[in-house]
């Protein structure tokens, strides 16, 4: 009895101090039964035992993706090519799919298998968990996003309404018909650089553009830099961004696509950062799906497949 009065004593606590933040998992939203045992020694309801900390499955990885494997309508699918998109007006996530859970994935990152860290510095073989970048009991990051994925003691804040707007909220409590539409990569729109400080947390080798020889200005792809940074100059055509229309825009096409997110940091609302401006940037997200997608390194179009519509994002801002 005492050991169930210190384990209340401590959520109560816990969830005290993060009451008004996060936006799901978290305050009135985080429901305990939905993840913990109450006794660890209570199999009644979990024929398959009571594993460490009280939970419902062995592992992290195991207990996110058991409601968020498609199996539960109203929680978004982070597992498999998304169908619960189908009725959303990108047919996407805004995050993407990993594929299956301890196998290698080539179009993005993998869950619960150790893999060399690309783009870092260190080089570091990590094993990835849904733990590693959000944070489980919440926080009043974008999407329970950590402040730390890099565990270097960072606080990174990526605040919605802020940093990213979104136009349609999760429903409370989660609906099949709220949740895709919630999710789906056309109701984020990224306002300011933190989402690409989050990315180079662990991707460090990112984290600065390097100045390159004229006219080249970068050695690298830059990003967190505008389109009309430089004024006129060869390599973007911020009017053909703008305009919309075109080499890169033809979704059906075969070689075209719809417009790639980007950075809209003169936006003061979804409303402002849907209107394309030659003030936008490229972030990470730009090019790239968080969870992965249908093609490597969880790219947006198949630049490294090659065929038809290969260069599709590149079109957009560089229309060559």
């Known amino acids: 009895m005492r050991r169930r009065l210190a384990l209340v004593s401590i959520l ?13 998992h978290i305050a009135g939203s985080l429901k305990c039964g939905d993840c913990h045992l109450q006794h660890a020694s209570s199999q009644l309801e979990q024929p398959e035992g009571a594993f460490s900390y009280l939970l419902k499955k062995n592992s992290v990885n195991e207990l996110c993706l058991s409601c968020h494997d498609g199996s539960d309508p109203t929680a978004p699918d982070v597992v498999q090519p998304i169908t619960m998109y189908n009725s959303t007006l990108s047919l996407q996530s805004s995050a993407g799919h990993f594929g299956l859970m301890g196998v290698e994935n080539a179009n993005g990152h993998a869950i619960g298998i150790p893999v060399v860290m690309p783009l870092q510095g260190m080089a570091q073989s990590v094993e990835l968990n849904c733990a590693s970048c959000h944070a489980v009991h919440g926080n009043n990051n974008f999407r329970n996003l950590s402040h730390d994925p890099a565990g270097v003691g960072a606080d990174i804040q990526v605040i919605e309404d802020l940093d990213v707007m979104t136009e349609q909220k999760p429903s409370v409590p989660p609906s099949a018909g709220i949740t895709p539409i919630a999710y789906e990569r056309e109701n984020s729109a990224y306002i300011t650089q933190q989402m690409t400080a989050w990315c180079v947390a662990c991707h460090d080798q990112l984290s600065q553009n390097t100045t390159g020889a004229l006219p080249a200005h970068f050695n690298g792809h830059p990003s967190n830099t505008a389109l009309n940074e430089y004024g006129y100059e060869p390599h973007a055509d911020a009017s053909h961004w703008v305009g919309g229309v075109g080499e890169g825009f033809t979704p059906g096409s075969g070689d075209g696509i719809m417009r790639v997110p980007y950075l809209a940091p003169q936006a003061t609302s979804y409303i402002t950062a849907r209107i394309p401006q030659v003030t936008n940037q490229v972030g990470c997200v730009s090019c790239h799906k968080s969870h992965g997608s249908d093609y490597q390194r ?9 065929g038809l519509g290969y260069i599709a994002g590149c079109q957009q801002c560089h229309n060559k």
Not at 298 to 306: A, K, S
């Open 12 to 24: 109560s606590l816990f969830l005290a101090g993060t009451v008004g933040a996060g936006q799901w």
């Open 298 to 306: 969880g790219m947006l179009w198949p630049y490294i497949e090659g």
